[in-house]
């Protein structure tokens, strides 16, 4: 199928074309860049919001994943989903779409999910997951979820690549609160404290808010400690300083599993909507993302060119001997190859 | 301090030297390559053995290490620890080597412990701690201990920057066995099977024994379900392909928390150790190390060109708005990038 076949096909909602090209990009074969060029120009128009939701093992987000689809069904929105497990099934248990599929939402042909192995995405994860997404746009999904497993720069790096960001907590994940460091923490939009009817569930969302800088004096609270079915939010009186706006991130109580605080989530995610529209965030936004997607494609071109460059394999080889004795560093041998390579480059 | 003070420091033994040392390596700052440059000359010497440790969240990989390092101080050799966790305290609860540190190793000078953090480690955690273990090399310490919480393919680059890489599973991460991939599991010179007191200890060694392909027929088996202290092996029978040669992974029962099974893994590293020297393989991994090293210091060398290289960003400021309305794609703005800092770049 020619990368134009493909186009084509995507603009036509053929699935077997949106198969090719996710296949197509995860294995980055020749064309996946043109095919993603051609792509570029009819994104950013406006139906389509991507929503990322990460958090540790354990916390049900493939259940919150669940009840979000049937929420967007119920309105009628096509979804498509990315679920990238960037660690073995050691820690997370089977990949979140297989699941996912085998249950409730496999039979609707108005919903697409996608597991994404991290083979050979070596730092390029973010990058190559905020492709898959933008051929779920170009295919016309309204609302894209990107799903990830595990709260480590890798997998914020993902979550961070969609418009609002979702964090799920469940109490057992309570004792690492404290010494969590406020920078792995401030990434999200919105805070969901799943699994809420556990003990602890309280004392966690608290410690969020708190971590969070949400003052309580002013807050709106509703507690009902132990078995909580609705969403709690933080209070005013707190800017993230990074947007210079003043979006607060609401910190949910949920119990996916029954479906109890699913609709304040939605709600949620449509007013951090309206407010980055509002704000003009949005179209910022995009524009840092647009940039740094140009940086990480340029560094993988780079990288291809330089590990493409014969004279770099070459002059490795030859100075691999006094560099395993220790006549020459790896330090030396890189500088004197970088030095080749940028003087030497044919057009 | 200068980076002469820093290698003299090194060399005479001065805990501060390394500290310096290390904080420099770990934070890039400037001439922190021609410290290790200078430091390489000394490497490869044969007294220093690395031992790369890893596995899934609470699999008591930091209890093993304690009493690995028992046993390496019981042999009067020094010991250096360097603790990365890629994972957030969520997943890991707190970093081991703060918790040994607080534990019986803390008081011996003999030992050093490091953990690392993976801030700004994108892509390059393994090197950053291949690195580190270099000084703790240059320092004379003898046995390096490489620990890393998690099996996704950050920590196992991590763990195999060693020369013997120690896969440490529980009976609990025993469901997951069957959906591993080969790719993942085949990384590993030792497997231990730790906690193999609780049931299923046995089931999970049996498992990981198929998986590797140990032939039973052959095998020397001791079996004594659910409190299992003595080491098994499994059989002669399987050759890792990759390496041409017959190293058997061992797959090792062990109560790390009451010592049990220690003193087998202990000889293990030893049968291990020589095997890679008899067959050569030692010198020939240390020269693939050292190939790869060259390399990831060569794109690290050139990632920083690029993004230092003034026009990069003035380009990409300058084409950032067509981006942004769909006239031109990141792909298009990346291929110009590169082009004009191929052919503009000056000496």
């Known amino acids: 199928m020619s990368i134009e076949r493909i186009v084509e096909g995507l603009e036509r909602r053929e699935p077997a074309a949106l198969a090719r090209a996710i296949s197509l990009v995860e294995n980055q074969r020749d064309g996946f860049e043109r ?33 979000l689809i049937q929420r967007f069904r119920a309105q009628d929105l096509t979804v498509g989903v990315v679920a990238v497990d960037p660690t073995s099934p050691f820690t997370g248990g089977a990949l979140l779409g297989d699941r996912i599929r085998m249950e409730s939402a496999g039979v609707d042909p108005s919903v697409f999910i996608r597991s994404m192995a991290t083979r050979g995405a070596h730092g390029g994860l973010a990058t190559t997951t905020e ?53 792995v923490m401030e990434i999200a939009d919105i805070y969901v404290v799943n699994k809420s009817d556990r003990p602890g569930a309280d004392k966690l969302r608290q410690e969020v808010e708190v971590m969070l800088g949400i003052r309580r004096g002013n807050a709106f609270r509703h507690v009902a400690p132990h078995h909580t079915a609705v969403a709690v939010e933080g209070g005013r009186g707190r800017s993230r300083a990074a947007d210079g706006g003043e979006w607060e991130p609401p910190v949910l109580a949920m119990v996916a599993s029954r479906g109890d605080g699913v609709d304040e989530l939605v709600a949620a995610l449509d007013r951090h909507f309206v407010h980055l529209q509002q704000s003009g965030k949005l179209a910022a936004r995009r524009r840092e993302r647009l940039a740094q997607r140009t940086r990480a494609v340029l560094e993988r071109a780079v990288r291809q060119w330089i590990t493409e460059d014969t004279r770099t394999e070459q002059l490795l080889a030859a100075r691999l001997d006094e560099v395993a004795d220790g006549r020459r560093s790896p330090y030396d041998v890189a500088a004197e190859i970088l030095d080749q390579v940028r003087t030497g480059a044919p057009r």
């Open 35 to 67: 095919l993603l060029s051609h792509v570029h120009a009819g994104l950013g128009r406006g139906g389509t919001r991507r929503i990322g939701i990460t958090g540790p093992p354990g916390a049900g987000k493939s259940t919150l994943t669940e009840r």
């Open 131 to 183: 492709e898959v997404a933008d051929l779920l746009e170009a295919f016309g999904f309204e609302r894209i979820l990107i799903e990830t497993v595990g709260v480590g720069q890798t997998e914020l790096d993902v979550a961070r690549t969609a418009e609002s960001t979702v964090l799920v907590l469940v109490p057992e994940s309570g004792d690492g609160i404290q010494t969590l460091k406020a920078g």
